[in-house]
């Protein structure tokens, strides 16, 4: 049995799915299999993804059900005791997997690491905002604003998701953001200080571009957590803060976009749900 399995969700990006998967062969870590999950592609992703033989296991959904359930497939048909994720979009630096499985060699109380990342935006290279750093160990707080862990980055240990269950269909967009949420409650998550994935954006495929609004499924990740009472009170009060200071931002801006009754339905989320907190 290999060690790591890598899970490559895609939809309509043959020519980038093939560079994303060249990335795994040419690692030097070589003990893993690689799972290719097609979401639903229209385009030649089965004939490109075809070139690489018995290299991969290749997993076809017959229509598009989305990036949560394409890894989720993934997930389950993956036989290792690390798993590792890489979008069809992003590639990885030949050390990334030696790197990630060492630390997990010397680091055995650890569940979960992540690489820094080198930005691509429209072909040229980018430098993150401050608040875009990622930190290492203890990251709940830090992860309540935005996503701060990167599933292209990501090695986690399968014990982990099965202790916190997979991804979460039902949310088209954030969905990342809601998995780390739910394992930065629990566990440290850390951080190797090497730009080991090289991560793209800017084209209108993302999921970021497709869904406007993006705070909405944010607040609705939150809710879940505050909902489950599993967060000490420390976490409990800062994801209040958080869910309310969303919460708020998203149902002014909908009540300025002639959204009345959604925008007084979030602006009197919090409240509600500080309620379910209180009685968790």
């Known amino acids: 049995m290999p060690s790591v399995s890598i899970i490559i969700p895609t939809f309509n990006r043959a020519e980038k799915v093939a560079r994303a998967i060249s990335s795994v062969i040419e690692q030097t870590f070589a003990?893993?299999?690689?799972?290719?999950?097609?979401?639903?592609?229209?385009?030649?992703?089965e004939q490109?993804?075809?070139?690489?033989?018995?290299?991969?296991?290749?997993?076809?959904?017959?229509?598009n059900l989305g990036v949560s359930a394409a890894r989720n497939t993934g997930i389950k048909k993956s036989r290792t005791p690390l798993i590792a994720f890489l979008d069809s979009d992003d590639r990885w630096l030949p050390e990334k997997l030696a790197v990630q499985v060492e630390f997990f060699n010397t680091h055995p109380e650890a569940v979960a690491c992540q690489t820094e990342e080198t930005w691509i935006r429209n072909g040229r290279r980018v430098n993150p905002k401050k608040k875009h750093l990622k930190p290492s160990g203890d990251i709940f707080e830090a992860s309540l604003k935005l996503c701060l862990v990167s599933p292209s980055a990501v090695m986690l240990k399968r014990s982990l998701l099965e202790e916190v269950g997979l991804f979460d269909e039902d949310l088209p967009?954030?969905?990342?953001?809601?998995?780390?949420?739910?394992?930065?409650?629990?566990?440290?998550?850390?951080?190797?200080?090497?730009?080991?994935?090289?991560?793209?954006?800017g084209h209108?495929?993302?999921?970021?571009?497709?869904?406007?609004?993006?705070?909405?499924f944010r607040i609705k990740a939150l809710v879940k957590l505050v909902k489950r009472g599993n967060l000490n009170k420390?976490?409990?009060?800062?994801?209040?803060k958080e869910l309310s200071l969303k919460c708020r931002v998203y149902g002014n801006g909908c009540i300025k976009r002639g959204k009345k009754a959604e925008g007084e339905y979030y602006l009197r989320l919090p409240e509600t749900v500080k309620k379910t907190g209180k009685d968790s």
């Open 234 to 240: 420390r976490q409990l009060e800062a994801t209040l």
């Open 31 to 45: 003990d893993f299999e690689i799972i290719v999950v097609d979401d639903g592609s229209e385009d030649n992703t």
């Open 173 to 201: 967009a954030c969905e990342d953001y809601d998995l780390w949420l739910r394992i930065a409650c629990r566990y440290p998550v850390y951080l190797i200080k090497e730009p080991l994935v090289v991560k793209e954006g």
């Open 48 to 63: 490109t993804v075809a070139q690489f033989g018995k290299r991969l296991v290749y997993v076809a959904h017959p229509s």
């Open 204 to 216: 209108p495929d993302q999921l970021s571009a497709r869904h406007r609004g993006m705070d909405r």
